[in-house]
Every structure is written in structure tokens, then in C-alpha cells.
């Protein structure tokens, strides 16, 4: 089985940084990519940025330039850099794990974390 467990949110003022990481515990053999997306009251759950096991990254148009996600693949870890934040980016930041197969011939699943509060004063 695959845990994943965010932890760095907080409250922070307009303009300020956050570092949001998500360890991933269990075996994982392979994976598609590795995401972050948010959950702002009374909107949908949105992406807000993927990294593949290559190393290519997306993110939403809304974050573009703000924030940057990584992965330590040693310590099976991916880091969401929040600058610049607005009061628009507040929300529950949940971890994903997509397409995570435990073995070469387990099934593949998709993994969530429980989620790190954002919130972002003005």
C-alpha cells in the first residue's frame, strides 16, 4: 500500500512564500506522475502542478511563474515552491500519486493524501 502525507501549509500574508511537501511511504514500482491540486470552498478540485517520472512539469495557468514543483526521487518526495501567493490561492492542497503500480505486475492505482490548508490573508 502507498501513503502519501502533505505537510507545509499554513496562514501567510499576500505576497509571501510556502513549501509544501508530500512524502510518498510504501513500495512504489512505477509511476505516471506525481501532482499537487487544490480545493478552494464551494469550487471544484483543480490541478495545480504535475511532474511526470521524466522530469516534465505542468502547471495551471494560474500559478505559472509562482510556483515550481520538484521531486527528490531518493527520498520518494515532491516539494511544491508557493511564491508570490495571493488570497486567491487559498485552499486544501491535496498530493497525488497517478497511475502507481507496487510491482511489475500489480495494477495500477491512483493514490490522494489527506490534504495541507493554504490560506493566504490579504
Known amino acids: 500500500q502507498v501513503r502519501l502525507v502533505e505537510s507545509g501549509g499554513g496562514l501567510v500574508q499576500a505576497g509571501g512564500s510556502l513549501r509544501l511537501s508530500c512524502a510518498a511511504s510504501g513500495s512504489i514500482y512505477s509511476f505516471n506522475a506525481m501532482a499537487w491540486y487544490r480545493q478552494a470552498p464551494g469550487k471544484q478540485r483543480e490541478l495545480v502542478a504535475a511532474i511526470t517520472s521524466g522530469g516534465r512539469t505542468t502547471y495551471a495557468d494560474s500559478v505559472q511563474g509562482r510556483f515550481t514543483v520538484s521531486r527528490d526521487s531518493a527520498k520518494s518526495t515532491v516539494h511544491l515552491q508557493m511564491n508570490s501567493l495571493k488570497p486567491e490561492d487559498t485552499g486544501v492542497y491535496y498530493c497525488?500519486?497517478?497511475?502507481?503500480?507496487?510491482?511489475?505486475?500489480?495494477?495500477?492505482?491512483?493514490?490522494w493524501g489527506q490534504g495541507t490548508q493554504v490560506t493566504v490573508s490579504s
Open positions: 497525488n500519486a497517478d497511475q502507481v503500480q507496487i510491482h511489475p505486475w500489480a495494477p495500477v492505482n491512483d493514490y
